[in-house]
């Protein structure tokens, strides 16, 4: 699977932030262009049972209606800011990728903006993968089907199995440049990943090392580090 981008700048973006959300550029490492958005928000699902009185609330805030709020209200953001970089990364809880009613919300959340799924890529944390390999291409597999695309986060952990046919459904996968050098378990994913066509996304890169970033496969950062 081949990334590419909905629109492209020259210009990166300026971090967009309010109390809500905080929104940064990601750019090609050797041309300087913005080839998508991250968005980040201080909100976060509780990942937790409820009990009591407060059982007959839980089914309101589940891990798909949640997200799906997230994306409706981060897309309405994104548009009223008129930033143009497509797609946007949102970053979305673990029980979310596990949650049957996750794509059909998100779908229908979408719908209700002036976005379309394939603008928005849903993040799922490098853990959400430890679960049998058939639940977890399912999950991504439904999602996809509504159009949406998928990443994974591996800048904590990266250690979750990810078969051939787990990779050909990921658009993007999220690294830490600092751990490349000393964690050989990492850079074997970042090769069998890049190999696939995912797009390999750095945090905390630095423009200089774009040239020696990208001869291992990663090409785009997220607001990469101005030289010295």
């Not at 809880?93 to 976005?115: E, G, N, S, V």
């Not at 990810?162 to 751990?179: E, G, W």
Request: hydrophobic share 45%; net charge neutral; glycine share 4%.
């Amino acid at each position: 699977m081949h990334y590419t981008s909905i629109a492209r700048h020259k210009t990166p973006v300026a971090p967009l932030a309010t109390s809500a959300f905080r929104i940064d550029s990601v750019v090609h490492m050797l041309t300087g262009d913005v080839t998508c958005l991250i968005a980040e928000t201080e909100r976060r699902f509780e990942e937790r049972a409820v009990f009591g009185i407060g059982s007959d609330t839980q089914n309101q805030h589940s891990p798909a209606s949640w997200l799906a709020s997230l994306l409706e209200d981060v897309a309405n953001y994104v548009q009223d800011e008129g930033s143009l970089a497509r797609p946007i990364l949102v970053q979305a809880p673990i029980a979310a990728l596990l949650h049957r009613d996750t794509p059909l919300a998100c779908d229908a959340a979408i719908k209700r903006t002036r976005f379309c799924p394939q603008e928005i890529c849903i993040e799922f944390a490098d853990a959400s993968l430890n679960m049998p390999a058939a639940d977890t291409a399912k999950s991504v597999r439904n999602l996809r089907k509504k159009g949406f695309r998928v990443s994974v986060n591996s800048m904590k952990s990266w250690a979750a199995p990810m078969d051939s046919n787990l990779q050909m459904m990921l658009d993007t996968l999220r690294v830490d440049a600092r751990k490349i050098e000393t964690e050989p378990d990492l850079r074997a994913r970042i090769e069998a990943s890049a190999a696939s066509g995912i797009a390999i996304i750095a945090e905390n890169a630095a423009w200089r090392d774009g040239e020696m970033l990208a001869k291992l496969g990663v090409c785009f950062a997220r607001a990469p580090r101005s030289d010295a």
